[in-house]
Nanobody, 126 residues
Framework: QVQLVESGGGSVQAVGSLRLPCAAAKYTIAYCMAWSRQAPGKEREGVAGLHTDGTTRYTYSVKGQFTISKDNVKKTLYLQMNSLKPEDTAMYFC?????????????????????WGQGTQVTVSS
């Protein structure tokens, strides 16, 4: 029922930065949130997750580079991406799963999430 809309994607040179917002509508219960990405020919992978208690998780390859956060007033999830590399090129998706689903212990597993945005493309050039 929750609706998620990502934006903020685009093309950027290596070592540049982007900030991706994900606006949530019909967000009336507790959700764990996450960002995942999928590159051509690759499986979708979780890159960052945010628990309802504020705990964050990051896949090793982006730790210290990406930051997941939220604005509860605006009901918007963010992914701040710094020091971008060509291997970060992918379609980025925000995702949500209800807290009471029992899946919030799998914040970096794309298969744990049940609500998805449409995705936004990020392309990083050398």
């Amino acid at each position: 029922q929750v609706q998620l809309v990502e934006s903020g994607g685009g093309s950027v040179q290596a070592v540049g930065s982007l900030r991706l917002p994900c606006a949530a509508a019909k967000y009336t219960i507790a959700y764990c949130m996450a960002w995942s990405r999928q590159a051509p020919g690759k499986e979708r992978e979780g890159v960052a997750g945010l628990h309802t208690d504020g705990t964050t998780r990051y896949t090793y390859s982006v730790k210290g580079q990406f930051t997941i956060s939220k604005d509860n007033v605006k009901k918007t999830l963010y992914l701040q991406m710094n020091s971008l590399k060509p291997e970060d090129t992918a379609m980025y998706f925000c995702a949500a799963v209800p807290y009471n689903s029992g899946r919030c212990n799998a914040l970096l597993e794309a298969t744990a999430f049940t609500y998805w945005g449409q995705g936004t493309q990020v392309t990083v050039s050398s």
